[in-house]
């Protein structure tokens, strides 16, 4: 990382040096045997995952997200037959669905694709119709042609593999890099219920039977809220001031179950703990607005004033990402480099198949 500022604005700011071979590419054998990095103080703490219940108090509130990583990558090829590759971001109702689309050469629009071998070879086709969400934006819209009374969810389960992140690299092949066995288990959390994501809320990942049943005896509540993780999480910054970052959206939904349980929560006293930044953005999108579903584009930096959420259970995030700059805001920029230098010398592993860390607000003045 660089020399700290007074206040973190550029991109290289959040910039530091990790060995390639922390990037963990396989899960844990247990869930909870990752490690924990207990960063609410310096120096931090070097515990396993199974230590959170110990680490958090009666009348506390554990919010999950519990949405459901789909198996939205599915190869095909164009008419012409150069090869091609589909993530379906969104399915937007009846056939149609919004795709990032991986090709040579991008078809023309009416287009048809041959997906999973195509309709006359037990796949499926679709007609690309245009962009989305508007002309010039970052996905394309396709109409699905299948078996009659297919869906474009039962496609997806059928055709479809998971999307690992790309950092995730298991090459089988020279282009393919395919999800494994253990992914269609470990890449899903235990209490994953509403399909919709591609990438999985990796903080929860960690989260197996025992813990929960231990946090419930301490009496650590839990509430859910559902965000779909959009491929957007791994899109690079690419501007050195981030202030010109444009974020990508994605749908949540908060029941109103879970606006009580905040509430309750916080009038007996206990701490909002949310599990991964998908939670905390879904939580302070919701602060906001005040609309419990929506589409969030919101963009958490240093400077920003946390209004729900007090505790963060959290994967060790990408350099220069926008989540980097977000638990950067939450704990304090100086204190999130120090416990980022602490877990690579001391070898935590990193990413979705990570370790993990648990952080503690800090007053506003410290994430500047």
């Given at each position: 990382?660089?020399?700290?500022q007074t206040q973190?604005?550029?991109?290289?700011?959040?910039?530091?040096?990790?060995?390639?071979?922390?990037?963990?590419?396989?899960p844990?054998?247990?869930?909870s045997?990752?490690r924990?990095?207990?960063?609410?103080?310096?120096?931090?703490?070097d515990r396993?995952?199974?230590?959170l219940p110990q680490?958090?108090q009666?009348?506390?509130?554990?919010?999950f997200n519990?949405?459901?990583?789909?198996?939205?990558?599915?190869?095909g090829?164009?008419?012409?037959g150069?090869?091609?590759?589909?993530?379906?971001e969104?399915v937007l109702g009846?056939?149609?669905?919004?795709?990032?689309l991986?090709?040579?050469?991008k078809?023309?629009?009416?287009?048809?694709?041959h997906?999973?071998?195509?309709?006359?070879?037990?796949?499926?086709?679709?007609?690309?119709?245009?962009?989305?969400?508007?002309?010039?934006?970052p996905l394309?819209?396709?109409?699905?042609?299948?078996?009659?009374?297919?869906?474009p969810?039962?496609?997806m389960?059928?055709?479809?593999h998971?999307?690992?992140?790309?950092?995730?690299?298991r090459q089988?092949?020279?282009?393919?890099d395919?999800?494994?066995a253990?992914?269609?288990?470990?890449?899903?959390?235990?209490?994953?219920?509403?399909?919709?994501?591609?990438?999985?809320?990796?903080?929860?990942?960690?989260?197996?039977?025992a813990?929960?049943?231990?946090?419930a005896?301490?009496?650590?509540?839990?509430a859910?809220?559902?965000?779909?993780?959009?491929?957007?999480?791994f899109?690079?910054?690419?501007?050195?001031?981030?202030a010109e970052h444009?974020?990508?959206?994605?749908?949540y939904?908060?029941p109103a179950s879970t606006?009580?349980?905040?509430a309750?929560?916080?009038?007996?006293?206990?701490?909002?703990?949310?599990?991964?930044?998908?939670?905390v953005?879904t939580?302070?999108?919701?602060?906001r607005?005040?609309?419990?579903e929506?589409?969030t584009q919101?963009?958490i930096?240093?400077?920003?004033?946390?209004?729900?959420?007090?505790?963060?259970?959290?994967?060790?995030?990408l350099?220069k990402?926008?989540?980097?700059?977000?638990?950067?805001?939450?704990?304090?920029?100086t204190?999130?480099?120090q416990?980022?230098?602490h877990?690579?010398?001391?070898?935590y592993?990193?990413?979705?198949?990570?370790?993990?860390m648990?952080?503690e607000?800090?007053p506003l003045?410290?994430?500047?």
């Amino acid at each position: 990382m660089t020399t700290p500022q007074t206040q973190p604005h550029t991109l290289s700011d959040f910039d530091y040096v990790l060995p390639p071979e922390l990037i963990a590419q396989h899960p844990t054998a247990q869930r909870s045997a990752s490690r924990l990095l207990d960063g609410r103080h310096l120096p931090p703490a070097d515990r396993h995952f199974h230590d959170l219940p110990q680490l958090l108090q009666a009348g506390d509130l554990l919010v999950f997200n519990d949405t459901r990583v789909v198996r939205a990558r599915i190869f095909g090829e164009k008419a012409s037959g150069g090869k091609l590759e589909i993530l379906i971001e969104r399915v937007l109702g009846g056939d149609e669905v919004a795709v990032h689309l991986k090709v040579s050469k991008k078809p023309a629009i009416g287009g048809l694709l041959h997906l999973a071998g195509g309709l006359h070879d037990g796949g499926f086709d679709a007609v690309l119709l245009g962009r989305y969400p508007h002309a010039d934006g970052p996905l394309f819209r396709l109409r699905l042609i299948g078996p009659p009374d297919a869906t474009p969810w039962s496609l997806m389960e059928q055709h479809g593999h998971l999307p690992l992140p790309p950092y995730i690299a298991r090459q089988q092949a020279a282009d393919f890099d395919p999800d494994e066995a253990e992914d269609n288990e470990r890449y899903q959390t235990v209490f994953a219920r509403e399909p919709g994501a591609v990438a999985a809320p990796t903080a929860a990942l960690h989260f197996d039977a025992a813990v929960l049943e231990q946090l419930a005896q301490r009496g650590v509540q839990r509430a859910n809220l559902t965000l779909h993780v959009g491929a957007g999480t791994f899109q690079p910054v690419k501007t050195e001031n981030i202030a010109e970052h444009r974020m990508h959206s994605e749908w949540y939904h908060i029941p109103a179950s879970t606006v009580q349980a905040i509430a309750d929560c916080k009038a007996r006293g206990g701490r909002v703990v949310a599990v991964g930044t998908t939670s905390v953005r879904t939580l302070e999108s919701w602060a906001r607005s005040g609309q419990t579903e929506g589409d969030t584009q919101i963009f958490i930096t240093p400077g920003f004033d946390f209004q729900v959420v007090d505790v963060l259970i959290t994967n060790f995030h990408l350099p220069k990402s926008t989540l980097m700059m977000l638990v950067s805001a939450f704990a304090g920029y100086t204190h999130i480099r120090q416990l980022y230098e602490h877990a690579v010398a001391q070898q935590y592993r990193f990413f979705s198949y990570g370790d993990s860390m648990l952080l503690e607000r800090q007053p506003l003045s410290a994430s500047r």
